[in-house]
């Protein structure tokens, strides 16, 4: 079955980076984009990014441009998400989800998820 | 950048009641809307999708209806399992984004 499985629970100082695994199973990784969405506390969740595993090409959402990063290693089916110059508001829950369909741009839903990464940023 | 907005906030039933839950768009997406469940300390999981399609898995209690600003999410006849917070989402094309509501939480009454 199609699954996503994140790296475990991180604690950050503020100013630092965190960087989250999402290792993929049970699919062609190449074939379908990957996106990564976050939670806050109390919050809904947040869209953050998407990169094309295959091509490598990635797009940010505008209030992460600059700070967030993402990249993939196609050998062992894995997306990371890498975000810099952590401050206490980005205490959340980071998720990989992928594309429902696999098709050439990104698709408009997101279905599986992963089990998410909560990664909290305090001094 | 389009808004949805969720009502209401809390919504308390008992179980076997029929659920309605709303979502409104701040302008039309056409039928690009979906419904997430989000059970304590799960990941969202999709419900619906093209406003009106069930994603694989998901029993026929739940529906969703709608097109252009105004979308709905029933559950006809709720189970234990199904209180849970509900939201939905979007995808924008300009700027490409895409956007959730702040969720509706179903609690048991």
């Known amino acids: 079955q199609v699954q996503l499985v994140q790296s475990g629970a991180e604690v950050k100082k503020p100013g630092a980076s965190v960087k989250v695994s999402c290792k993929a199973s049970?699919?062609?990784?190449?074939?379908?984009?990957m996106h990564w969405v976050r939670q806050a506390p109390g919050q809904g969740p947040e869209w953050m990014g998407w990169?094309?595993?295959?091509?490598?090409?990635?797009n940010y959402a505008q209030k992460f441009q600059g700070r967030v990063t993402l990249t993939r290693d196609t050998s062992i089916s894995t997306a990371y998400m890498e975000l810099s110059s952590l401050r206490s508001d980005d205490t959340a829950v980071y998720y990989c989800?992928?594309?429902?369909?696999?098709?050439?741009?990104?698709?408009?839903?997101?279905?599986?998820w992963g089990q998410g990464t909560l990664v909290t940023v305090s001094s | 950048e389009i808004v949805l907005t969720q009502s209401p906030a809390t919504l308390s039933l008992s179980p076997g009641e029929r659920a309605t839950l709303s979502c409104r768009a701040s302008?039309?997406?056409?039928?690009?809307l979906a419904w997430y469940q989000q059970k304590p300390g799960q990941a969202p999981r999709l419900l619906i999708y093209?406003?009106?399609n069930r994603a694989t898995g998901i029993p026929g209690r739940f529906s969703g209806s709608g097109s252009g600003t105004d979308f709905t999410l029933t559950i006809s006849s709720l189970e234990p399992e199904d209180f849970a917070v509900y939201y939905c989402?979007?995808?924008?094309?300009?700027?490409?984004?895409?956007?959730f509501g702040q969720g509706t939480k179903l609690e048991i009454k």
């Open positions: 989800a992928r594309d429902l369909l696999s098709t050439v741009i990104p698709d408009y839903w997101f279905d599986p």
């Open positions: 049970g699919y062609t990784f190449i074939d379908y984009f």
């Open positions: 990169i094309n595993p295959n091509s490598g090409v990635t």
């Open positions: 302008q039309s997406v056409s039928s690009y």
């Open positions: 093209d406003a009106s």
């Open positions: 989402q979007l995808r924008s094309n300009w700027p490409l984004m895409y956007t």
